[in-house]
């Protein structure tokens, strides 16, 4: 039986969450400045992205279905040693990352960091849908939105004020890189721990235990899973897979190039023509990075609200708007200042991404399930990202001019497409109103 939890007692749940989006904010951050001070070209960012879309397409589905068949009651339950054991990769990537002396190094704990992050995500998401009651899913998953922004906020702020604090260069990298990753490994591990230590996971039922023990996992289980739950997927999901097609590939054009876009637009300089000037553009990018997370902790349990009385569609359309607004107006900006009122409308529809979606398809999924259908949602975010890191490097080189500052509004483009195919989705309410 599902769970009524108090409010604390939801957001105790989901405190994991924001170790596991610290680390995810220094990816979005710092990584690419890293790459850049190691001596990467623009045009070969995307590729050196790779870790997140292959890694999210490969570890998600495959622990989302594994989980599924898994209950494992002296190690948490079946969601929790799936999320514990990313948390640990996590902690020592993270730990590891500021000691890289050549740009394949950094490439590879990218790797590495990418696994563990995509171990935890979405068997944490299973969990919510597997714990809570339908009415208060929403609030559950928008307190993991809630705590997107709080952890990527941290994330990003430490990229200002550490720069200020530990001044200097260690190995080949500042060494307020070391302080901000340092800090990342002690929340990533510390806060999946409360959350498992405060939360107790719902036991199955005996029929569910029975087919747990009916149908023992093999090497190929996870993989007949995956293909089966695609061949009976949900028209929804379909739908709410071109919305990601456009959304996502937009946002790792804006995560790749926000720090060289600023450095243009306000500094006017790039790494290669003033490596010091070009680092006080990396430090203000992570508080304007800070501050769309902000933003997103902010409006995140508001747009509970506005979805139960509208709905999940028109809130996400509408926020996918204000964030491509932002978008195609943040690269003409050259007063630093402004960049942070440019960056708001993000911050809300960064709010949206990362809990309202699940609202529009959490009703046509089979419980039993979950596991499996949150890791297939992942794959609709890793392969857009994927078909990003092989196809941009391209299109910025020979149609954008290597120029940051139009891939940003080429993302804000291609969020207004998104926000327009979201308008076709139809969700189980609206098929039987028809």
């Keep these: 039986m599902k769970l009524k939890l108090s409010f604390w007692q939801i957001i105790n749940m989901n405190v994991g969450f924001f170790g596991i989006q610290y680390s995810f904010g220094l990816q979005q951050s710092a990584v690419n400045p890293i790459y850049d001070f190691l001596g990467a070209s ?43 054991i990313g948390a640990i990769l996590c902690s020592i990537a993270l730990f590891l990352f500021p000691f890289s002396s050549s740009l ?52 990003n702020i430490s990229l200002f004020i550490f720069p200020l604090v530990f001044v200097g260069t260690t190995g080949k990298l500042p060494t307020w890189v070391f302080a901000s990753f340092f800090l990342g490994a002690v929340c990533s591990i510390g806060s999946v721990w409360w959350s498992s230590h405060t939360t107790k996971e719902i036991p199955p039922t005996q029929e569910e235990l029975r087919k747990i023990k009916e149908e023992p996992l093999g090497i190929l289980t996870p993989f007949t899973d995956i293909f089966s739950a695609i061949k009976e997927m949900p028209k929804v999901m379909w739908q709410l897979a071109l919305v990601y097609l456009f959304q996502w590939y937009a946002l790792f054009c804006y995560w790749q190039n926000s720090s060289k876009s600023i450095a243009l637009s306000v500094w006017n300089t790039t790494p290669q023509k003033d490596m010091k000037l070009y680092g006080e553009a990396v430090s203000w990018t992570g508080l304007v990075n800070g501050w769309y997370n902000i933003v997103t902790f ?14 999940p569609k028109m809130v996400h359309f509408t926020c996918l708007l204000l964030a491509a ?41 089979p419980k039993e399930r979950y596991g499996v259908y949150m890791g297939i949602i992942n794959m609709m975010i890793v392969i857009p990202m994927f078909i990003q890191t092989i196809t941009f490097g391209y299109i910025l080189k020979n149609f954008l001019n290597n120029d940051a500052r139009l891939a940003i509004s080429f993302a804000g483009v291609l969020l207004i497409i998104s926000a327009v195919c979201t308008l076709f989705i139809k969700t189980k309410k609206e098929e039987l109103s028809e």
């Excluded at 992205?49 to 622990?63: C, R």
């Excluded at 590495?112 to 609030?139: C, H, K, S, W």
Aim: glycine share 10%; charged share 10%; with cysteine.
């Design 325 to 365: 607004i932002g978008f195609l107006i943040f690269p003409h900006i050259e007063n630093k200042y402004l960049l942070f009122p440019a960056i708001t409308g993000f911050g809300i529809g960064w709010a949206s991404m990362m809990g309202i979606p699940y609202l529009m398809v959490i009703n046509n999924i």
């Design 42 to 84: 623009p045009d070969q960012l995307p590729i050196l992205n790779l870790a997140g879309p292959l890694t999210g397409l490969l570890i998600q589905p495959i622990i989302g279905a594994i989980s599924d068949k898994t209950w494992l009651p002296k190690f948490g339950g079946r969601r929790k040693p799936y999320f514990f």
């Design 104 to 155: 394949w190094m950094a490439a590879g704990l990218l790797w590495v960091l990418d696994a563990g992050n995509n171990t935890a995500m979405e068997p944490y998401r299973a969990f919510i849908a597997d714990t809570l009651e339908p009415a208060q899913q929403a609030t559950g998953f928008q307190a993991q939105s809630f705590f997107t922004g709080f952890g990527q906020t941290l994330a």
């Design 298 to 311: 902010l409006c995140a349990f508001g747009l509970v609200y506005f979805a139960r009385k509208y709905s």
